[in-house]
C-alpha cells in the first residue's frame, strides 16, 4: 500500500533503526503502551515481540485491516482508527489504569500541534518516545541565545524533559523524506522545574513575545508588563526573546497574570492583546 502524502506518510523500514528504538523504549509486560502511527506495523511487530500488550492509534482506515490480519491473532493488539489529534489519551489511560508509555513514528506535518495535545494530557504520560524531523527535535532541546530556541522549547521546558537520541538517516523510510529525522525522548515533570501561576496567560505570552522575536522585550511584551515589572521579574528588558530562559518566561507571565487580575480582568483568559 503506498504512502499517502495528505497523512504525511514515511513508513520507517530500516531494522538497525527500528532495534535501536525498541532498545530506548524497553517495553515490559504490564506496561501500557501505545504506539501512534503504526503504519505497516515495522514498529509495532518488535513491540510486541517483546510481551507487551499494545494498543495503537491509526489514522489510515485502509491500513486498519492490514494491521488486524497481521497481529491480531496475538491478541495483545487494540487497534483505534483515529486521528491521535483527537485523540483522548488521558480517557484511555484511566480506564486501563496506568499511565500511558508513547511511542511513533508522527507525521512530521502534524509534529507540533500533537505534541501540544500530547503536553495537556501529560498527567496520565510515563514517557514519550518519537521519531520526528531532526530540525524538531533540535528546536524542542534548544539552549537560550541559540537560533533553534523558541517558542516549542519553552513550552515544553514547564511540562517535560527532552533527551534526543539519535540521528536517523533519510534512507531509513519509504518514501525517504528530504530531511534527516531523530528519536527523542519526552519525560514529563513529576515536580515542575519553576512555578506557572496561570497556564494560559504564559502560553499567551510566550507566543506573543516570540512572534515578534526580533523586537526587544520592552517593545513585544509593552502590552503586557511596563518595563519596570520585566526587570522586577530578573529579566533585561532589553533582551529579545531568544534569550531569555524558560524560568524567566514564567516569571514574565506569572507577573502579568496577576497585574491583570489586579486590573479585574480575568487573569486565566488573556486577550492576544493582554
Known sequence: MPAR???GQHF????????????????RPGEALVEIGPGRGALTAPLLATGVTLHAVEIDRDLVPRLTAQ??????????????????????????????????????????????HLLAQRAQIADMHFMLQQEVVQRMAASPG???????????????????????PPGAFT???????????????ATPPFRVDAPAWFAALVAAAFAQRRKTLRNALREWLPVEAIAACEVDPASRAERVSPAGFARLANAAAARAC????????PSKEA
Open 146 to 168: 541559540g537560533k533553534d530556541y523558541g517558542r516549542l522549547t519553552v513550552m515544553l521546558a514547564a511540562h517535560c524533559a527532552v533527551e534526543p537520541l539519535f540521528r536517523v
Open 12 to 27: 520507517l523500514h530500516d531494522p538497525g533503526t527500528i532495534g535501536r528504538i525498541v532498545q530506548a523504549v524497553a517495553p
Open 175 to 189: 518514501p525517504p523524506p528530504r530531511v534527516d529525522s531523530a528519536v527523542v525522548r519526552l519525560l514529563p515533570h
Open 71 to 116: 497481529f491480531g491473532a496475538s491478541g495483545r493488539l487494540t487497534l483505534h482508527q483515529a486521528d491521535a489529534l483527537q485523540f483522548d489519551f488521558a480517557a484511555l489511560a484511566r480506564t486501563l489504569g496506568t499511565p500511558l508509555r508513547l511511542v511513533g513514528n508522527l507525521p512530521y506535518n502534524i509534529s507540533t500541534p500533537l505534541l501540544f
Open 262 to 269: 489586579d486590573d479585574g480582568r480575568r487573569c486565566h483568559q
Open 5 to 7: 502524502k495528505r497523512f
